[in-house]
């Protein structure tokens, strides 16, 4: 984070920063920088950049933004109005753990002929979506706490042309290596048995240490990390909560880091939501809580499980809206392999407590009001966090304007329920298809506050079908030829 007495200097005596000074402050303040990296989020959620040599940087260029094409941008603007500007937000200075003498900003996107900052900007919408629910008088804070999971592995690779299509993953610690005769020491992990192993079944502890270390030296507060339930280098590393849209940034930096660290050691890091058959997925179950003048909305001493109402009918909204949710929060192909009974997937949508297999689970570790929360165990780290975190929060709020009833906790494992019993609770949808029409028929939550923008949405649900959808559905798969090559 950039320091205090530049911030002060920055927002306070703006007269006193000329173009030299303020290079000789960014140098006496942040170590001898000499680039600024400027960071900012596409439409389906992955950051780009570019860099800008320190003496470049000015008081102006801080308040104007820096130009670049939006038309290049995957969901941003047409080619005949490309010329977009980003703005730092210098609150987000950090120095870039991976490019030296280089500091890291994040950026809000701007359009330099209105003059106002972009509707389809993700970072955007998330603080919009957070004025908005100061501006409706419910709380004045929305804190989340994600729980992304990832795999690292030792290879990947894959292709698809018109005449053929594979892809090949590799781990030392994969079930399937048992009789590798390279490197092979044994201490596998068999399917479904990766959770808490220590070493050497754990190979990955010190990669995760640095990871842990890089992220602490970027000011992300880091509570655990743990290899996780499959086989083959599943993950975990649990930051600790924030408020929206400085979580939303932790977040980008968090996936920079481990990939950046993964590849520093000869591995790759991915966040895809069902890398691996027949073992667990990664999700990014994420707690959430409202509070207002310092106090936590969601605890009530007398309520069932310690939640209050307002929680109830947070939790409310999640489940009504959880289909559309699902256009946004789980919003690849690949998050559909995920969200299937019998990997520990969240699909039913119930809340619970205590109970994994529930959308919704309610934390029962501890009786502090501080900690009570809801956990939402549907999204995967595939999303774009700013319009998940977003998209969740209005769910929620609508839920609590609506007073939207969840029913009753279920208890009981779901998983175990007969089909005549499954058929009375609702699940989510089956194909990202399906999510996309469930967005299609209701967004209405979405609009409300001007947070999210029809311009966007049907940007989001036109990208999503014409670049992902159609081309998964007209290709081939591989196990199509097992099943009906002799037909």
Same mark, same amino acid.
């Given at each position: 984070?950039?320091?205090?007495?530049?911030?002060?200097?920055?927002?306070?005596?703006?007269?006193?920063?000329?173009?030299?000074?303020?290079?000789?402050?960014?140098?006496?303040?942040?170590?001898?920088?000499?680039?600024?990296?400027v960071?900012?989020?596409?439409?389906?959620?992955?950051?780009?950049?570019?860099?800008?040599?320190?003496?470049?940087?000015?008081?102006?260029?801080?308040?104007?933004?820096?130009g670049?094409?939006?038309?290049?941008?995957?969901?941003?603007?047409?080619?005949?109005?490309?010329?977009?500007?980003?703005?730092?937000?210098?609150?987000?200075?950090?120095p870039?753990?991976?490019?030296?003498?280089?500091?890291?900003?994040?950026?809000?996107?701007?359009?330099?002929?209105?003059?106002?900052?972009?509707?389809?900007?993700?970072?955007?919408?998330?603080?919009?979506?957070?004025?908005?629910?100061k501006?409706?008088?419910?709380?004045?804070?929305?804190?989340?706490?994600?729980?992304?999971?990832? #795999?690292i592995?030792?290879?990947?690779?894959?292709?698809?042309?018109?005449?053929?299509?594979?892809?090949?993953?590799?781990?030392?610690?994969?079930?399937?290596?048992?009789?590798?005769?390279?490197?092979?020491?044994?201490?596998?992990?068999?399917?479904?048995e990766?959770?808490?192993?220590?070493?050497?079944?754990?190979?990955?502890?010190?990669?995760?240490?640095?990871?842990?270390?890089?992220?602490?030296?970027?000011?992300?507060?880091?509570?655990?990390?743990?290899?996780?339930?499959?086989?083959?280098?599943?993950?975990?590393?649990?930051?600790?909560?924030?408020s929206?849209?400085?979580?939303?940034?932790?977040?980008?930096?968090?996936?920079?880091?481990?990939?950046?660290?993964a590849?520093?050691?000869?591995?790759?890091?991915?966040?895809?939501?069902?890398?691996? #058959?027949?073992?667990?997925?990664?999700?990014?179950?994420?707690?959430?809580?409202?509070?207002?003048?310092?106090?936590?909305?969601f605890?009530?001493?007398?309520?069932?499980?310690?939640?209050?109402?307002t929680?109830?009918?947070?939790?409310?909204?999640?489940?009504?809206?959880?289909?559309?949710?699902c256009?946004?929060?789980?919003?690849?192909?690949?998050?559909?392999?995920?969200?299937?009974?019998?990997?520990?997937?969240?699909?039913?949508?119930?809340?619970?407590?205590?109970?994994?297999?529930?959308?919704?689970?309610?934390?029962?570790?501890?009786?502090?009001?501080?900690?009570?929360?809801?956990?939402?165990?549907?999204?995967d780290?595939?999303?774009?966090?700013?319009?998940?975190?977003?998209?969740?929060?209005?769910?929620?709020?609508?839920?609590?304007?609506?007073?939207?009833?969840?029913?009753?906790?279920?208890?009981?494992?779901?998983?175990?329920?007969?089909?005549?019993?499954?058929?009375?609770?609702?699940?989510?949808?089956s194909?990202?298809?399906?999510?996309?029409d469930?967005?299609e028929?209701?967004?209405?939550?979405?609009l409300?506050?001007?947070i999210?923008?029809?311009?966007?949405?049907?940007?989001?649900?036109?990208?999503?079908?014409?670049?992902?959808?159609?081309?998964?559905?007209?290709?081939?798969?591989?196990?199509e030829?097992?099943?009906?090559?002799?037909?």
């Amino acid at each position: 984070m950039i320091t205090k007495e530049v911030m002060e200097l920055i927002e306070k005596e703006p007269s006193k920063i000329r173009n030299g000074e303020f290079v000789e402050n960014l140098k006496r303040y942040m170590g001898n920088v000499k680039f600024v990296d400027v960071k900012f989020t596409d439409i389906p959620g992955i950051w780009q950049h570019f860099t800008v040599p320190v003496q470049e940087l000015s008081l102006s260029s801080l308040q104007e933004g820096l130009g670049f094409d939006g038309s290049s941008i995957r969901g941003f603007q047409e080619i005949n109005e490309s010329d977009m500007v980003l703005i730092p937000d210098l609150k987000t200075c950090t120095p870039d753990p991976f490019s030296d003498s280089t500091m890291s900003v994040i950026g809000n996107v701007k359009d330099p002929i209105t003059g106002e900052f972009y509707s389809k900007d993700p970072r955007f919408i998330a603080q919009k979506a957070e004025a908005y629910l100061k501006e409706t008088g419910i709380a004045d804070t929305a804190y989340c706490g994600p729980e992304l999971e990832f #795999f690292i592995f030792d290879k990947v690779r894959f292709d698809q042309k018109e005449n053929f299509g594979y892809y090949y993953i590799d781990s030392a610690e994969g079930a399937w290596n048992t009789g590798s005769e390279e490197n092979n020491l044994g201490n596998k992990i068999r399917h479904k048995e990766g959770y808490f192993p220590v070493a050497p079944t754990d190979s990955l502890q010190n990669i995760r240490n640095q990871i842990v270390e890089t992220l602490m030296r970027v000011g992300i507060e880091v509570e655990c990390h743990h290899h996780e339930v499959a086989t083959a280098g599943q993950c975990e590393i649990d930051m600790r909560f924030s408020s929206l849209s400085r979580m939303a940034d932790q977040v980008m930096m968090y996936k920079y880091v481990i990939k950046n660290t993964a590849v520093m050691h000869g591995k790759t890091a991915t966040f895809m939501p069902k890398p691996l #058959f027949n073992d667990n997925g990664s999700g990014m179950h994420t707690h959430m809580s409202l509070w207002k003048d310092g106090k936590n909305l969601f605890y009530d001493k007398k309520g069932d499980a310690l939640i209050s109402d307002t929680a109830r009918y947070y939790i409310g909204g999640l489940l009504e809206h959880a289909p559309a949710l699902c256009a946004i929060i789980a919003p690849t192909t690949n998050s559909y392999k995920r969200l299937v009974p019998g990997f520990e997937a969240p699909v039913n949508l119930v809340y619970s407590e205590r109970n994994r297999s529930a959308a919704v689970r309610i934390p029962m570790y501890s009786k502090s009001e501080k900690t009570k929360r809801i956990e939402f165990r549907t999204p995967d780290p595939s999303c774009n966090v700013y319009l998940a975190f977003s998209a969740m929060l209005m769910a929620g709020i609508d839920g609590i304007k609506r007073k939207i009833d969840p029913g009753k906790p279920m208890n009981a494992n779901l998983y175990a329920l007969d089909k005549e019993q499954l058929k009375k609770v609702k699940s989510v949808p089956s194909s990202l298809k399906e999510a996309m029409d469930a967005l299609e028929s209701d967004h209405k939550f979405l609009l409300e506050g001007n947070i999210f923008t029809k311009e966007l949405i049907e940007t989001w649900i036109d990208y999503k079908k014409t670049k992902e959808i159609d081309p998964v559905r007209l290709r081939p798969h591989p196990w199509e030829y097992y099943l009906y090559y002799d037909t």
